[in-house]
């Protein structure tokens, strides 16, 4: 079965009514026949007949055994770190979302959980950085917002080998383009907000495991913390599901053509896309993805804040706004934006300058989006010349 009608096929017909869309059970409790004897559903912070379905079509979509589905991406990562106790380590790669930083540095270390980063492209960069406390490995890839590209299948063979728990945060990729858990990871975990939703009209969290056991213990910490996904947001990222093969496969054919047209470019020192052949991890990204995504990041020669806020606030079709992933192109400017919980040193040691701007490519037209780019790059009074847009239709 194909990855495109596995995923139509993962949503199921209601059994009760035959109805092809998901029902939205919108209900707080459940009427019980005796006391603890009811229909598998006693409480909606519990369970949910259609958030349980969406954790059912997830774990199946990522080759996972049980999913939790949770009210925002950090809620998610929340519940994976309270996993650990006090006095464990976390080896996290050093480009990570601005958020996860926050929760990492600001809420958790003063539980007494310590976070080493480290540029986990590099394998023995990983070895060598776990300690007999480290209980996770924290991976982003491709990473927000540089793209780096880490080798699932090799730090799943390290994490195995010292009792560590691999984690990986997919929602880049989607699992449209690549699925951890088949290649040895323990726990995956989606900003569903993102993709999987893809109108950006929802905000959503998702933990896979690998592992019964492991899943029951996201579930038991989901009840216990309560940061549920409601039943109308768990229908939509299902609806959005529906559609995330065909959307992913246009996002990656625009990316393609932005980013080479980026590369190019005059007013541009570095782009940051796994599907160019010079992207530092290219070779990996295509072992381990069936495509390179829709996310594009680049720095501008001119390498101040003032000329990146000069392009992100003269575009007409990008929408200057933070989040990704959906029908319309969106850019940011991570460093005052995203990242900007970052301090600064620690964000340029991992590849975030002051220029450095995020493109979500959309499904627009992609012309219309190089065109757009290219006007706004004049702002910084540096054209692309005689450079024919065609070429790259």
């Known amino acids: 079965m194909s990855n495109a009608t596995q995923l139509i096929h993962s949503i199921p017909v209601d059994p009760l009514t035959g109805s092809i869309s998901v029902p939205i059970y919108q209900t707080s409790t459940y009427v019980q026949e005796a006391p603890g004897v009811n229909k598998g559903y006693d409480y909606a912070r519990s369970n949910n007949p259609t958030r349980e379905t969406l954790e059912n079509i997830i774990a199946k979509l990522e080759g996972g055994v049980k999913a939790s589905a949770f009210a925002s991406g950090l809620a998610a990562i929340d519940a994976v770190v309270k996993l650990l106790q006090s006095g464990d380590e976390i080896l996290a790669v050093d480009d990570i979302y601005g958020g996860a930083f926050r929760q990492f540095t600001h809420i958790y270390a003063k539980f007494g959980i310590k976070v080493n980063y480290v540029d986990t492209t590099g394998v023995a960069n990983v070895l060598d950085a776990i300690t007999p406390q480290t209980r996770l490995i924290w991976l982003e890839t491709p990473t927000n917002p540089t793209l780096k590209i880490s080798d699932i299948a090799a730090i799943a063979k390290i994490a195995k080998q010292h009792n560590v728990l691999l984690c990986v945060d997919n929602t880049f990729a989607s699992p449209a383009l690549q699925q951890p858990i088949k290649l040895g990871a323990d726990i995956v975990v989606h900003s569903a907000t993102k993709y999987l939703g893809g109108h950006s009209d929802l905000i959503a969290g998702l933990v896979i495991s690998a592992t019964q056991e492991l899943g029951e213990q996201i579930k038991f910490i989901q009840n216990a913390c309560g940061a549920i996904l409601s039943p109308h947001d768990s229908w939509l990222v299902i609806r959005g599901i529906e559609t995330l093969h065909l959307r992913v496969q246009q996002h990656c054919r625009n990316a393609q053509i932005v980013a080479e047209f980026l590369e190019t470019h005059p007013a541009i020192d570095k782009v940051y896309y796994p599907g160019l052949k010079t992207h530092l991890n290219h070779d990996i990204a295509a072992k381990q993805q069936s495509g390179f995504g829709g996310i594009i990041s680049f720095t501008l020669k001119t390498d101040t804040e003032a000329a990146a806020k000069d392009v992100v606030t003269n575009t007409q079709y990008f929408k200057l706004a933070e989040s990704l992933g959906g029908v319309k192109s969106l850019l940011c400017h991570p460093a005052t934006m995203t990242h900007k919980s970052i301090p600064a040193e620690k964000r340029h040691a991992a590849g975030v300058q002051d220029s450095l701007i995020r493109l979500s ?32 239709q």
């Open 361 to 392: 490519i959309g499904l627009e037209d992609a012309a219309d989006l190089v065109n757009d780019i290219d006007q706004a790059l004049a702002k910084i009074n540096i054209t692309a010349g005689d450079l024919k847009i065609a070429a790259f």
